[in-house]
């Protein structure tokens, strides 16, 4: 990728994660936090890499999960998450209905909700990947990372902060189009709530940001960017054939900006990647996805 752009191109590859994802990081901190306070059993609403994480970290750390997930999620996932010790719960039709439902739980059962994104103690253990990076590298020019709800975007800030050679480094967040809460938000100077996710990169899905995701992308030192969803599939598909790995588009996303050497970049030297990564993709599904959307452009071509 260096050679591709000419440009030092770092990636910090979080999809080598025991879960396939960062969520390791912060879902992982919340649960240690709660284990730590006595609390044994804890909560989960996310039918994704969050409720995945949060299954495999209470694991270990020997607490009973709970994930509530929505009618939707496909049986794949729920085995995934079984897998890992924890009881799957079916409760309505979209996430918003399986998180009260959680948070119900929770609190009847005197357990712990994990929130997947908007929690100060998620930041945290986010914020570990800087870190590392940081005892790895020199600080680079641009840090690029996705948004869903903007807890990996708060972790990253949060680490930078800590490690003052690497306080000022530019970030650009990355949104999918149909997924772009943050951008929206930031557009009207307010949090905003999506009336509907359009995007195929569910990960990215989240119809309202974190507040604190919102007051970061409002700073200087963080741009945002959106691409569509065809971009984002074609930079996995790049991905697989440089690197052999195979990452959700939510994390395409980030990387297609290095792929098409996207404008953002132009005077950076040297750019670090988060390669977020996630477990809901593989080669085949990254193929129809692919199909698909390009059924969809050549219809809207055929139309104008
Ligand atoms: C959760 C997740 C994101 C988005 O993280 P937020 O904290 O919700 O912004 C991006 N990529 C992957 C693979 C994820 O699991």
Same mark, same amino acid.
């Given at each position: 990728?260096?050679?591709l752009?000419?440009q030092?191109?770092y ?17 992982g ?10 609390r ?5 609403s996310?039918g994704?890499?969050?409720g ?13 999960v709970?994930v509530?997930?929505?009618?939707t999620?496909?049986d ?8 890992e010790?924890a ?6 039709r979209?996430w ?5 439902e959680?948070?119900?739980l ?12 908007d929690?100060?103690?998620?930041w945290?253990?986010?914020a570990s990947?800087?870190?590392e990076?940081a005892?790895q590298?020199?600080?680079p ?22 490690h003052?050679?690497?306080r ?12 772009d809460?943050?951008k929206?938000?930031l557009?009207?100077?307010?949090l905003?709530r ?5 995007s ?13 995701a919102l007051?970061w992308? $409002? ?11 065809? $971009? ?7 991905f697989?054939d440089h690197h ?20 953002v970049l ?6 670090l990647?988060?390669v ?5 993709a593989?080669?085949a599904?990254?193929?129809r ?5 390009q ?10």
């Open positions: 990728m260096s050679a752009i000419k030092d191109v990636l910090k590859m979080e999809c080598y994660q025991p879960v396939g994802s960062f969520k390791m990081r912060g879902m901190a919340l649960c240690q936090e709660f284990v730590d306070a006595g044994t059993r804890l909560f989960s996310s994704g890499n969050a995945y994480a949060i299954a495999y970290a209470g694991n270990k750390l020997g607490a009973e709970t509530v997930v929505p009618e999620t496909s794949e996932v729920r085995q995934a998450i079984q897998a010790g009881t799957v719960q079916i409760f309505g979209n918003n209905d399986a998180h009260e959680a948070v119900r929770a609190e009847r059962e005197n357990g712990g909700y994990i929130h997947p994104f929690h100060p103690t998620v945290q253990g986010n990947m800087i870190e990076a005892a590298i020199p600080a020019d641009v840090i690029l990372v996705s948004v869903g709800g903007g807890g990996l975007l708060c972790g990253v800030m949060e680490g930078l902060q800590r003052p050679p690497w000022d480094v530019d970030v650009v967040a990355v949104e999918t189009e149909g997924a809460s943050l929206r938000a557009a009207a100077g307010r905003i999506l009336e509907q996710i359009t195929i990169a569910v990960t990215l899905g989240v119809k309202q940001v974190a507040a604190r007051e992308a $409002q700073t200087p030192q963080v741009t945002t960017v959106t691409v569509s969803d065809l $971009q984002a599939v074609t930079a996995c598909q790049r697989i052999r790995v195979v990452v959700e588009p939510a994390c395409g996303a980030p990387l297609s900006l290095v792929y098409e050497n996207h404008p132009q005077s950076a030297g040297s750019i990647v988060i977020c990564g996630g477990f809901g593989t080669p599904l990254l193929s996805w692919k199909r698909e959307l059924a969809v452009s050549k219809k809207e071509g055929d139309n104008l």
